[in-house]
């Protein structure tokens, strides 16, 4: 997934003719990778029209993995890493995906592809296109009450369904499985090392990432920060939050409307023990900046200030409502900590519009359809008014309350023990499980030479 040049040429070549001629064919397994068609890192660098900061934010986009969205990688990697271990059987286990919308997407293409009965759990007031999509890929689907805060409600269904046929039920956590840690630390943490470089050779930055920014729903994607650190030691990894639901920078509650983001607990899989600082952002900028890239008029709008056309049907393209709030995250963070043309700060664009146009036909129904001047208003509202209220750097302190706060979820509710949960402390705990990804991929190979089907 790192180095898809690698790929046996036939499978390679095959695999991209299938990624839009036929994108359920399991050979498309082959383009879960950040790399292009010519083994490129797209990438996109916000104009500083957009910003208003000296620093270059620069966005890491996965509208074009399959399913849409970089989540599938982690889907692909929890439920390979269990194949190659003989820890789930296509013949008879079945696989639950508790989800708030990309993974289990992610699950159900995964999943089905790879001959497994998948069912995904997903809050009922997620968009209605999340829901289509399961269902396109094969998989069953069971809404549960609630919107994207309500993850405790998809636990409690997990639970429920493996009570009732322990055997053959399989829950795949993403909150919890480390397959989704190993993903975006190596896959996801190398790729941006590389465009670090790239970068610098396009006179872009000085070769060093300053700053990783990301808002964080099962944590995964953040887990790059802790490859990036290792290469950057100075690199400031950022998580984000909604403002309606602040559970890690105030032990906060509430329900928000970021789809894929922050959900009144804090995930088994994160390594908060090397954060630099939290910020929050507000659920409705964010589906009001996603609003202003994607309309006719918001588009005409940041052509009538510079932007330059090709840019601005770019960023139409790449964003969903999360990858805005990553923006506004950015921006935040390159105020905060005064961060200058020298400085590159990289964020995620998790999926597209094509997962949200349901929640930008609500917007317009509650505030009218957008014209020039909605679209000023909303432009020096969202992407220039952007504040440094809301950061909360992480201080040695600050970084065991964060810790602590996994207890309530996993200790008391999953099952977890205090012990455990100790070890997650440890820098030591975080580079074993870095150092299961060798032997993945021995396994792997190991696996497919002794004639099982290909993973």
């Given at each position: 997934?790192?180095?898809?040049?690698t790929?046996?040429?036939?499978?390679?070549?095959?695999?991209?003719?299938?990624?839009?001629?036929?994108?359920?064919?399991?050979?498309?397994?082959?383009?879960?990778?950040?790399?292009?068609?010519?083994?490129?890192?797209?990438?996109?660098?916000?104009?500083?029209?957009?910003t208003?900061?000296?620093?270059?934010?620069?966005i890491?986009?996965g509208?074009?993995?399959?399913?849409?969205?970089?989540?599938?990688?982690?889907?692909?990697?929890?439920?390979?890493?269990?194949?190659?271990?003989?820890?789930?059987?296509?013949?008879?286990?079945?696989?639950?995906?508790?989800?708030?919308?990309?993974?289990?997407?992610?699950?159900?293409?995964?999943?089905?592809?790879?001959?497994?009965?998948?069912?995904?759990?997903?809050?009922?007031?997620?968009?209605?296109?999340?829901?289509?999509?399961?269902?396109?890929?094969?998989?069953?689907?069971?809404?549960?009450?609630?919107?994207?805060?309500?993850?405790?409600?998809?636990?409690?269904?997990?639970?429920?369904?493996?009570?009732?046929?322990?055997?053959?039920?399989?829950?795949?956590?993403?909150?919890?499985?480390?397959?989704?840690?190993?993903?975006?630390?190596?896959?996801?943490?190398?790729t941006?090392?590389?465009?670090?470089?790239?970068?610098?050779?396009?006179?872009?930055?000085?070769?060093?990432?300053?700053?990783?920014?990301s808002?964080?729903?099962?944590?995964?994607?953040?887990?790059?920060?802790?490859?990036?650190?290792?290469?950057?030691?100075?690199?400031l990894?950022?998580?984000?939050?909604?403002?309606?639901?602040?559970?890690?920078?105030?032990?906060?509650?509430?329900?928000?409307?970021?789809?894929?983001?922050?959900?009144?607990?804090?995930?088994?899989?994160?390594?908060?023990?090397?954060?630099?600082?939290?910020?929050?952002?507000?659920?409705?900028?964010?589906?009001?900046?996603?609003?202003?890239?994607?309309?006719?008029?918001?588009?005409?709008?940041?052509?009538?200030?510079?932007?330059?056309?090709?840019?601005?049907?770019?960023?139409?393209?790449?964003?969903?409502?999360s990858?805005?709030?990553?923006?506004?995250?950015?921006?935040?963070?390159?105020?905060?900590?005064?961060?200058?043309?020298?400085?590159?700060?990289?964020?995620?664009?998790?999926?597209?519009?094509?997962?949200?146009?349901?929640?930008?036909?609500?917007?317009?129904?509650?505030?009218?359809?957008?014209?020039?001047?909605?679209?000023?208003?909303?432009?020096?509202?969202?992407?220039?008014?952007?504040?440094?209220?809301?950061?909360?750097?992480?201080?040695?302190?600050?970084?065991?309350?964060?810790?602590?706060?996994?207890?309530?979820?996993?200790?008391?509710?999953?099952?977890?023990?205090?012990?455990?949960?100790?070890?997650?402390?440890?820098?030591?705990?975080w580079?074993?499980?870095?150092?299961?990804?060798?032997?993945?991929?021995?396994?792997?190979?190991?696996?497919?030479?002794?004639?099982?089907?290909?993973?």
């Amino acid at each position: 997934m790192l180095h898809p040049e690698t790929i046996p040429e036939n499978f390679r070549k095959a695999a991209l003719q299938a990624k839009h001629r036929d994108p359920l064919d399991p050979i498309n397994f082959f383009n879960i990778t950040w790399k292009n068609e010519k083994n490129e890192i797209p990438y996109f660098v916000l104009p500083k029209q957009i910003t208003g900061v000296p620093c270059h934010i620069v966005i890491l986009y996965g509208k074009d993995f399959p399913t849409g969205s970089h989540k599938v990688g982690a889907t692909y990697s929890i439920l390979m890493e269990k194949v190659i271990r003989h820890e789930v059987d296509p013949f008879y286990h079945r696989l639950v995906w508790p989800s708030t919308g990309n993974y289990g997407i992610g699950g159900a293409w995964v999943g089905c592809r790879m001959g497994f009965d998948s069912l995904v759990i997903l809050p009922e007031l997620m968009s209605q296109e999340r829901f289509d999509i399961i269902h396109s890929y094969g998989a069953k689907v069971i809404a549960t009450a609630g919107c994207e805060s309500n993850v405790k409600e998809i636990y409690d269904k997990s639970k429920e369904l493996k009570c009732a046929d322990p055997e053959k039920v399989r829950v795949l956590n993403q909150f919890e499985e480390f397959g989704n840690y190993r993903f975006h630390y190596y896959v996801t943490g190398n790729t941006l090392i590389e465009l670090a470089e790239l970068l610098k050779k396009a006179g872009i930055g000085n070769g060093e990432i300053s700053s990783i920014v990301s808002s964080m729903g099962s944590s995964g994607t953040i887990a790059c920060g802790d490859r990036l650190k290792e290469v950057f030691p100075r690199c400031l990894v950022v998580g984000s939050e909604p403002i309606q639901c602040p559970t890690l920078m105030q032990n906060g509650y509430g329900g928000h409307d970021i789809q894929g983001i922050g959900d009144k607990h804090v995930t088994w899989i994160h390594n908060v023990m090397n954060m630099d600082a939290m910020v929050a952002v507000d659920d409705m900028e964010s589906k009001l900046g996603l609003q202003l890239l994607t309309d006719p008029a918001g588009k005409a709008y940041l052509q009538s200030i510079g932007v330059f056309s090709e840019e601005v049907e770019k960023m139409a393209a790449i964003f969903g409502i999360s990858g805005v709030c990553n923006v506004l995250s950015a921006i935040k963070v390159a105020k905060y900590y005064d961060l200058t043309e020298e400085d590159t700060v990289v964020t995620i664009a998790t999926d597209g519009i094509d997962r949200y146009h349901t929640v930008m036909d609500a917007l317009n129904q509650q505030f009218g359809p957008m014209d020039r001047t909605r679209a000023a208003v909303l432009f020096e509202k969202t992407f220039m008014g952007v504040r440094t209220d809301w950061l909360q750097e992480g201080t040695y302190e600050v970084r065991k309350r964060w810790h602590n706060l996994k207890y309530y979820t996993w200790v008391e509710q999953q099952g977890k023990t205090v012990e455990e949960l100790n070890e997650t402390r440890k820098p030591s705990f975080w580079r074993k499980q870095q150092d299961i990804i060798e032997e993945t991929d021995r396994l792997m190979l190991e696996y497919r030479t002794r004639g099982g089907a290909p993973v």
